[in-house]
């Protein structure tokens, strides 16, 4: 019973895994209102790199993903298409991302806290 409760202590105290680190950069990824999310290819990047690539895209050309080279979505129901098929190939992240948009009703999403929380558990169950 007392390495049990031993092995019980050191489930419970031990370090949270390391954060993900951005696919540009390659630094540790900051709080997450720091961080964007991309659609295309489900990739978690700073905000510093995402933003960086936007100013160095000219005013005529379509933004697009630092990571991937996949044309920025200029709608909110394209970005929704890309989530909801990246929630298809069990993306964590996507996940998330659609549950936070849920939150506050952002992206011309109704504002629906329980479907919301339904979808940041699906998140979690599945990592992130």
Known sequence: KKRAAELFDE???KLP???DDCSICFLPLPCAEQTIY???CG???CR???CKMATDVSKTEIPYCPFCREPAPTTDE???RRCRKRMKLGDAGAWCHIGLLYIDGRAGLPRDR???LEL???ASELGS
């Open 11 to 13: 489930a419970l105290f």
């Open 17 to 19: 895994p390391p954060k």
């Open 38 to 40: 991309q659609p295309c």
């Open 43 to 45: 990739q978690l990047l």
């Open 48 to 50: 510093g790199c995402s």
């Open 78 to 80: 394209e970005m929704l």
């Open 114 to 116: 329980r479907l919301a």
């Open 120 to 122: 940041l558990q699906r």
